[in-house]
């Protein structure tokens, strides 16, 4: 079997697993952030021009795969371009700080704000040319990868663009009023998800990195954030005569959440480096897992030989497929990510 063979039975092998079939290995990938410094460098890239235009997007995604083989792209580059389109301004880095855009100024102080907030037009901002940037990429190395379209989690995007103080002050005193802000903002979400999967992405992947039970608790998630994720799931998929897969990623401890998580409409659960995978998996029951090699410890600052090892113990513990447990630091080495395929 030539490489090229190869390339393309993975990305076959990764959308049967999302369908529900059964996999004749482990395959390792992300639909999560997983771009580096190396992969620009190799496109003549920097990191600050590739958020506004669509070409340079769509390279920088696919950089890791050319130079890996990594089977997968994620688009887009950040997860605030949902809270721009809301009208959230966002801070650039230049390349010295190598950092992704952030929000610079909280549009709303109250949750109640966002109640009455018009969020018809969720194609505001960068949304359009992230497509395009997805249309791109697919095009250049659709047939051998997969292209994931990241958005935040419901939870997530509130807090990139109301105040978290009386957010949590809300939560407690006002609990209806944060319920149906995070409901409309799911719709919100899945107009851009879904925008999304019909420029080509092949899954959904939601980064619920701030309302992740391992960060606000099980009884807050399952009470505000899991009803959110319940509505941004099914809208994805309302109206869909094919399936269309969606991943969803927490940060931070969540074993006891697990049987939350699988409530969540999603077809896969990731889980970063915190969890015992073991528990997660006998909890998760028949739902995919996927997890949860240390973006930071091992694939940052590790060797070839720490990332084999932490590869292998999540293969031990029943992983469905073998992911970073979260973003790529930037400037991971190229040789610890082809490490994570072997």
Known sequence: MTPLQQETNKRDQILGLLKGEQPAGIPAFSGLIHVTTEGLASEGLALQEVHHDAGKMARAAASTFKLTGMPSAALPLDLCSPAEALGAELIFYNDEEMQFPQVRKLLFQSTREIRELEIGDWKRGRIGLICEAIRLTKKDIGEHAVVSGMIPGPYTLLIYICKVQNLVLEMKKEPQMVLDALLRLSSFLSNIGNAYLDAGADFITIHEMGGSPGFIGPKPFETFVLPALQKLTLRLRSGQALPRPAVLSVCGKTDSAMGLLAQSGADAISVDQLNDLKASRAALQDKLLFGNIDPVATLWQGNEG?????????????????????????????????????
């Open 306 to 342: 720490s990332v084999a090892e932490a590869v292998q113990r999540s293969k031990e513990a029943g992983v469905d497929a073998v992911w970073p447990g979260c973003d790529l630091v930037i400037q991971t080495p190229i040789q610890n990510i082809r490490k994570l395929l072997s």
